[in-house]
């Protein structure tokens, strides 16, 4: 099973983030953890027992993101633990709305992680070790009404953490998507996702999926789905027929 020396997570100030931080610090993995929220970031800072960098940072802003891609290149202090957890999405009929939310979202879900996995990618495949945990997300199996970008978002981080798994493999290299479902973190209040109909055996808590993803991208696995309720929904849903699985969704959406 991999250790890791030091590892970089986007999205560290609250929910999954700072969960997979807070155990990676705990089996003593020094920190480097991005946010936009640096109140939050020094406070997790001072909560753990490793050194920890803070790196503040707009993930949606090129020349911030531009600036937490030079970390992950640094020769010195080398990250060999990238977690691309930064990710958010909205709830509400696509063409109704606003463009550049729907856009901030492609930024940080879709472009600053394709961006600095390629980074990393880039440099463990030099040396020959190093693990990319990407958060994807169980609505990437899923082509959700009223969550098209959020779900467009997700398949496509589910998508490149196969293809990079199996390039990266034999280069020693472990890549893996983790796909959670409902999590109990700040994520629905900040997307206004009304959630209040999801029935309680459906939710999972922060440290449950942080576990599971950082135990799969120890063992290299390529999919970590958390939850049986989950791992049953995700095998319902490969087998079930595309017209059969719009039905589904397009009912559970309304």
Known sequence: MATWTRALVTGASSGI????????????TELVVVARDGDRLDALAAEVDVDCQVLIADLA????????EDRVRQGNDPIDLLVNNAGFGFQGPFHELDLERE???????????????????????????????????????????NSATYSATKAFVTALSEA??????????????LCPGFTRTE???????????IPDFAWQDAPEVATAGLDGIATNRTI?????????????IDVMPGALRRFAVGKMAR
């Open 103 to 145: 856009a901030a979202v492609v930024d940080v879900n879709v472009v600053a992680l394709h961006r600095l996995a390629h980074v990393a990618a880039t440099r463990m495949a030099q040396v020959g070790h190093g693990g990319i945990l990407n958060v994807s997300s169980m609505s990437g199996y899923l082509a959700t009404p």
């Open 17 to 28: 983030g700072r969960e997979i931080a807070l155990q990676l610090a705990a089996a003593g």
């Open 224 to 236: 970590v789905v958390p939850g049986v309720a989950n791992r049953i929904g995700a095998t319902a």
């Open 164 to 177: 990079m798994h199996g390039e990266l493999e034999p280069l020693g290299v472990h890549v893996t998507a």
């Open 187 to 197: 994520f629905q209040d900040r997307g206004s996702y009304d959630a209040s109909g």
């Open 61 to 68: 802003d090129p020349n911030e993101l531009s600036y937490v």
